[in-house]
């Protein structure tokens, strides 16, 4: 994010000057102006790979595009369709680099997109595991390997611990890559980029989305990554933003990505409390992830925050972008950001940038406009604290992106086993 906008953000919640009434807010103001010549610090824009050894001149069209989305000039969002797509068995679907990534990409969109229209559990297992396979890198240790290259599943890192609940979406990816790669014979097709399409397809199925360029032609590899490199819910602020920086992501950059906690529910942070949401509307790409993170909207019993995205919310390097994402007009704001920092993120450990294809016209359109279809279920489920059977029944068909199965009447309520939480003045509540 330039830090202009985050520096906008944080000054339109301030009084104008004649109507300051404290010189410690004239001091904040001080403080947000110096660190405007400073956005370095908090914008991730390094160049990665191959393309840190190449001149302009030697770019190709995939080349010079992705150099510029690092940079943040750059689109990292498109609408291209694409027309005329070849029969999956013609020669010129083996041509085509793009064509069979849509047949990929229309199979995977009937996994991820729920009958009530909400992005499914798969989705959400398909954009932590685009994450979780790419984040395995550092620069500082880039030849220790790690990185976007298929080694999470190749390399058996599904049953490392960080990767609880995300197994099921590796056997689905497997299935895909037989059907294609075995049995058709589109022998390009590498888990490394399985992944991050697939992460790609999840993002712009769930409502409200980005759309993210998408590109082809990693390379994959069985050699497992280095552990010990992805996040913590209980890490502390200062621990998150390091590992973030060495993996070349800042500040703002870790907390666009963060924001895809919006679509999240957890299951193993506290098992007790599994199939809670991380903000209220579980399976929609919205942003009150971060104003609810913050205290600042209204949040229901149910509604479950981890620790590290709170330190985060609360942290001065990175509150000023959650709160730049909260405001009004931070949807458009965030999805741009977070097509950008993916884009970043699914490049990790790339070293053939340059000969990458795009194929971002094979993924779905994306859902412009959501209204829940039905929140008085979704309401009555969010505001209980009752983890009986029907609850479960509730949370599974969230899970699943489903409409809710159990009549409203027999959806249980607010059952006190819990202290309900102090509410602050925006219907939030105080940390
Ligand atoms: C500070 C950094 C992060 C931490 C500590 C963190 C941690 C976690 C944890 C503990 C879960 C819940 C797993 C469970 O109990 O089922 C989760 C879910 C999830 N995370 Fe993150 N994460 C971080 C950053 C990210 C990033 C950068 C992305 C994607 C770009 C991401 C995407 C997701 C998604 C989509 C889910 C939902 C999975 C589901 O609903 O089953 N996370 N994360």
Redesign the pocket.
Known sequence: MKFTTILATALAAVPLPGTMAHPKMQEKIEELSARAYNYDDFDSNQILGDLRYLNWWQLSRSGSDIKRILQGTGNPQNRDKYWGVPRLQSSWCKRDTCCVWKYIADDLEVLFRGDSGRCS?WA??A??M??HDA?TWTLANENAGGGADGSIILGGELTRREN???AAMGTKYQEIYQKYHDTYGFTDITYADLIQMG?NVATVVCPLGPRVRSWVGRKDSSTPSPSGL????F?DADT?IQ??MAKTIGPDG?IA??G??T???????NASRAGDP?DST?GVWDVLYYQQTLGKAATPERVFM?P??IN?SKHPRTSPAFQAFAAPGGQGLWNDD?ARE?IR?SLLGVNNINKLTECTKVLPQPVSNWDEPEAGKMNKWLDSDDYSQKSKDVSWDV?TGSYISVPENKIPGYTNTRPRRQRNKWGGFSW
């Open positions: 559990k959400r297992f954009i932590r685009g994450f984040a609880g609940g995300i992460a992805l996040p913590s819910a890490s998150l590992l973030f870790l990505l963060l895809a906690h679509t999240s529910q957890q299951n193993f942070v991380q579980p981890f590290s995205d985060l977070y993916y993120l899970e």
